[in-house]
Each structure stands twice: as structure tokens, then as C-alpha cells.
């Protein structure tokens, strides 16, 4: 019997590019199991959803396209068929909760984290906030929302450089693959990141520099998770920025991570409860610094739908684990279908 797998892709987000490059590998991953028939679903950056023909299109150039000037957001007469959803979609109006909340009303089973842990996991303030409760060591941080920025900069100012110091990082609270973050060394340059970052999200968090190794880790599951093999990254660049995430050569992954055992059975162990402190399901991808010098780990953050393109580290972590691309993809749909609770 074949399952139709609804595959959207593109989405209203800053990581619409890093989506289309994701979804082609997953449609090449699903492609392998004759049970699968893959449907693709294009998000227009403008919102607007496109029909399987014309997703199709996109998906194989690769490329982001307005193709229906309609403006209109209405759902393709194809999505009626779909048995399945797959969300490969980064960033907001897609990871975050937002077309979750969507395809738990059409009462179809679907990839990857509900409506609260994608919301959750988005949002670097509530996901700290829910990892300080769960025990987990993090960097210290400061939470601040346009409004209060504008109503006193000064003040503001004052209170980051006190609590925080430099260098530190300004980021927009809900957004991924470092679109919109600065890492800042003096006042001006923070005054001037917190614009930036208040272009993408009216809310931003501003956290203390560390400097630290950077480490991630894979989770998959619904209610019993495991966590995969450690892996690293290392570059050269100045921090993890977007142009060193997406330019070939410019990271490393080291998979595994060459870590004292301790040292990767803490971070295993992290990232199932912070898995667990977002009421995770699915998959999640885990990123940890570890500061070598005084041998302790803080997490940094979840990501609830992770880069997925056969080069990306969730993948590539499972492969090492033992799961390979397109059996992931298989054991993320049988999750989805497991979770599946029709609506009564
Ligand atoms: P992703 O693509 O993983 O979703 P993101 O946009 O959510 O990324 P972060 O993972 O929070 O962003 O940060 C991006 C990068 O910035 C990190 O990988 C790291 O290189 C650097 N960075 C962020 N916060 C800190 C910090 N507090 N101290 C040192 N480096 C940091
Ligand atoms: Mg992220
Ligand atoms: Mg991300
Ligand atoms: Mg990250």
C-alpha cells in the first residue's frame, strides 16, 4: 500500500534557501522505499502554497520562485490526498509551531514536533527559560523586547554590559542558521546588532560570549528518545555564521567528536532532557558549547526541525549511529504515524 507524503518546503522564513536544499534530499531519501509517494507542497516566501506540478518544479531547480501571484493563502486541492505530512521547513511560519498547529486540524498525522515544542523550541527565550527549570547549565543571558529597548537604550545598555560583558551575542529570539545574530565587542556594535536583530523578531536575547567547543547531538524518538553519537564542529571564521554554515569547506564536522567519555555521556544525557523539557517528539538536534578549559557543558539550544540535507550533521549523526538517510526518513514518518491521535 503506497502513503502519500505531503513534503512542504520553501516556507515564509529566513531560512527559506536552506529548506529548498533539505527537502531535496529528503525526497531522494523517501524515494527509496516503493511504500512511499512523495507529493511535494512548494511555500512561496510570500505564504502562498503551490500545487504538487509546480512544487515539483522548484524542488528540482532548487531555487526560490514566485509562481502564483495570487497573494492568497488557500490549501491545493492535491493536500486533500496526503496521508502524511513532512515539515521541512526551517525558522518561523514552519518550525515553529505555526504550520504544526495547521496539519494537527487537518487531522493528519505529521513529521517531526508538535505545536508546543515547536513554538517552544523557536523562541531562545521560553526554550532557556525551560532549560533553567529542567537543570540544565547555559550561558547567562538577557531577554529583552523592542519596546522595552526603545523605551530605555541607555539603561539597557548599562544592565549588558554589567551582567553580561563582552564579547556577547545578540540574537533574534526566533529565528536559525545564525540569520540576523552579531557577535558584539563594545557598545556601538551592540546598539547596532540589537537594531539588526529587532528587524527579525521584535523580541531578542542577548547572551555572554563563551569561548568553547562546539558540540552537537541527535535525538529521535517519541516517548522513549535516544540521543545518537556525538559529533563536532570547527572553522575558521570569527563564530558559526550563516556564510560558514552554507559555504562548502568553510566547517568541519568531525563525527565522532573526540571527547572525554564523560564529557559525551553528559552531553547524550543533555540533550534527551532538553528533548524532554520542550515535550519534544520526533527528532531535534541538540548544540552544546564545551568549554574545554574548565571541562563543562552548556547547552545552547534545540532545534526542532534541524538542517537536513545528506551533508547536514542530524543526518550524518544518525548515519554514524547506525540509521541510514533514507531509513531515518522512513522512521520519522513511522513516528509521525505512531503519535497520530485523530481529533474525537
Ligand atoms: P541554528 O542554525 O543551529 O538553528 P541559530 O540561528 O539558532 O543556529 P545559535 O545556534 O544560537 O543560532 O548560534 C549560532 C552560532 O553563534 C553558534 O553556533 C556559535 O558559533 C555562535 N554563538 C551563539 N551564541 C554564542 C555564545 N553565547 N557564545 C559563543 N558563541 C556563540
Ligand atoms: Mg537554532
Ligand atoms: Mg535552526
Ligand atoms: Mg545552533
Not at 528533548?275 to 517528539?281: H, I, K, L, N, Y
Amino acid at each position: 500500500q503506497t502513503l502519500k507524503i505531503g513534503l512542504l518546503f520553501g516556507g515564509q522564513s529566513g531560512e527559506h534557501e536552506v529548506s529548498l536544499v533539505s527537502a531535496k534530499s529528503i525526497a531522494q531519501g523517501l524515494g527509496q522505499n516503493p511504500r512511499n509517494q512523495v507529493m511535494p507542497f512548494y511555500i512561496q516566501k510570500d505564504g502562498v502554497w503551490c500545487d504538487p506540478e509546480r512544487s515539483l518544479n522548484v524542488l528540482e531547480a532548487g531555487k526560490p520562485e514566485q509562481i502564483d501571484n495570487s497573494g492568497q493563502f488557500k490549501l491545493p486541492a492535491a493536500a486533500n490526498e496526503v496521508d502524511v505530512w513532512f515539515p521541512a521547513l526551517h525558522g518561523p511560519n514552519g518550525e515553529d509551531g505555526t504550520v504544526q498547529g495547521m496539519l494537527q486540524l487537518m487531522q493528519k498525522p505529521y513529521v517531526g514536533n508538535g505545536v508546543l515544542a515547536s513554538a517552544v523550541g523557536m523562541d531562545k527565550v521560553l526554550m532557556k527559560a525551560l532549560f533553567a527549570q529542567a537543570g540544565l547549565a547555559q550561558v547567562k543571558y538577557v531577554a529583552l523586547s523592542r519596546w522595552q529597548w526603545q523605551q530605555e537604550p541607555e539603561e539597557w545598555y548599562e544592565h549588558i554590559e554589567t551582567t553580561l560583558g563582552y564579547p556577547c551575542f545578540v540574537k533574534p529570539a526566533n529565528l536559525g542558521s545564525s540569520v540576523g545574530i552579531s557577535k558584539v565587542r563594545d557598545r556601538s556594535q551592540l546598539e547596532a546588532a540589537i537594531h539588526s536583530a529587532t528587524s527579525y523578531d521584535p523580541r531578542v536575547i542577548i547572551e555572554q560570549g563563551v569561548t568553547a567547543r562546539e558540540i552537537e547531538c541527535a535525538v529521535l524518538g517519541n516517548e522513549q528518545p535516544k540521543a545518537s553519537i556525538v559529533g563536532e564542529i570547527t572553522y575558521n571564521s570569527d563564530f558559526y555564521d550563516y556564510e560558514t554554515k552554507y559555504t562548502p569547506g568553510m566547517a568541519d564536522l568531525h563525527i565522532p567528536a573526540q571527547l572525554p567519555e564523560t564529557v559525551t555521556q553528559a552531553v547524550q544525557d543533555m540533550a534527551i532532557a532538553a528533548f524532554e523539557a520542550v515535550a519534544g517528539s520526533g527528532l531535534g538536534r541538540v548544540d552544546f558549547f564545551y568549554v574545554e578549559a574548565s571541562s563543562m557543558v552548556l547547552i545552547n539550544e534545540i532545534n526542532t526541525l534541524p538542517g537536513f540535507t545528506s551533508t547536514s550533521m542530524y543526518p550524518k549523526l544518525w548515519e554514524a549511529s547506525g540509521i541510514s538517510f533514507h531509513d531515518l526518513c522512513d522512521r520519522l514518518v513511522d513516528l509521525a504515524l505512531e503519535r497520530h491521535k485523530p481529533i474525537v
